[in-house]
């Protein structure tokens, strides 16, 4: 009986921590870079997650990488989340294709009581570039798959499949300007009997790079049905290899910061961000491997 109550709790929690009608496929930050930077990333390049961030930062990218990540939001032990993506150059003129895996697992005592998978396959490339400016696109299709676990009253609610359409937007200016745009599950998907929506969003954004080495960014985070989000994130090169970054966010309010070294193409990260109201804060870490240059 202990147990049962305990399984009925933890799914009850998720719920009310998802802050929607269907606690599945939240905006998890793939990359630990992102979360230390506010949660940002739309306006930020970085083609190893580009096919989850905004898949028009393929468009003008040349380096090809492979980079995993892994959290367990909020802290929780029965909750985990894992990421693989990659990123591989096709040409200058034919921009870049990325791959991305997220698996997001609630387990309890043995029992696996949901499993939320995402495929998304992505492709970029630039409609116009000179010696300090280019406008790059690009699209990602998602491949949502969701399965929940046997009820305690042995009901069994099966498994679903769902698919969602990005587009994004990168233009940059004079090198150091980036304007960004992203939506995100454009074609509204829907999932289950119930034909449950699955999240779709909007986000502005906007990146500047005063001097080499610090990266700043501001986002504007509209998803349909909720508060708008405000983020604001900075990353600072203190020594070659080694950048600190922190940033801010609003609807709940929450501090992020993290840390990033990096060598020989190889890096490691971690970014930190806190629970924002009763919630307790969450730690990922993240690992890269570039080739065809540095990690990026």
């Known amino acids: 009986m202990f147990r049962k109550l305990t399984i009925c709790i933890i799914l009850v929690a998720l719920g009310l ?27 930020v390049p970085d083609g190893v997650y580009a096919t989850a961030l905004n898949p028009s930062h393929l468009g003008s990218w040349t380096t090809g990488g492979l980079a995993a990540s892994y959290v367990r939001p909020f802290g929780v032990n029965y909750a985990d989340f894992v990421h693989l993506g990659a990123a591989v150059p096709l040409s200058p003129k034919d921009g870049a294709i990325g791959i991305s895996l997220s698996k997001y697992t609630v387990d309890y005592t043995g029992v696996r009581l949901a499993d939320e998978t995402q495929l998304t396959f992505g492709y970029g490339r630039s409609l116009y570039k000179d010696l300090h400016s280019s406008v790059d696109i690009g699209a990602s299709v998602n491949m949502y798959h969701l399965k929940f676990g046997e009820s305690i009253s042995g009901i069994k609610p099966g498994n679903d499949t769902a698919l969602g359409l990005d587009l994004g937007m990168l233009l940059t200016l004079h090198r150091r300007t980036h304007v960004a745009f992203m939506i995100k599950n454009m074609n509204n998907p829907q999932i289950g009997i119930d034909e449950e929506e699955l999240g779709q969003r909007l986000t502005g954004a906007v990146s500047y790079i005063p001097y080499d080495g610090v990266v700043t960014t501001f986002e504007i985070d509209n998803e349909l049905g909720q508060d708008v989000q405000y983020h604001g994130g900075l990353e600072m090169v203190m020594v070659e290899g080694f950048a600190l970054r922190a940033g801010v966010i609003t609807n709940p309010s929450k501090l992020t910061a993290g840390f990033g070294y990096q060598a020989q193409g190889f890096s490691v990260d971690y970014g930190f961000s806190t629970g924002g109201g009763t919630l307790t804060s969450t730690h990922q870490f993240g690992v890269r491997f570039a080739w065809g240059g540095e990690a990026q």
Not at 23 to 35: G, H, I, K, L, T
């Open 17 to 43: 921590a998802a802050g929607s009608a269907l606690a599945a496929f939240e905006n998890v930050p793939v990359s630990p870079r992102a979360r230390g930077m506010g949660e940002t990333g739309v306006a």
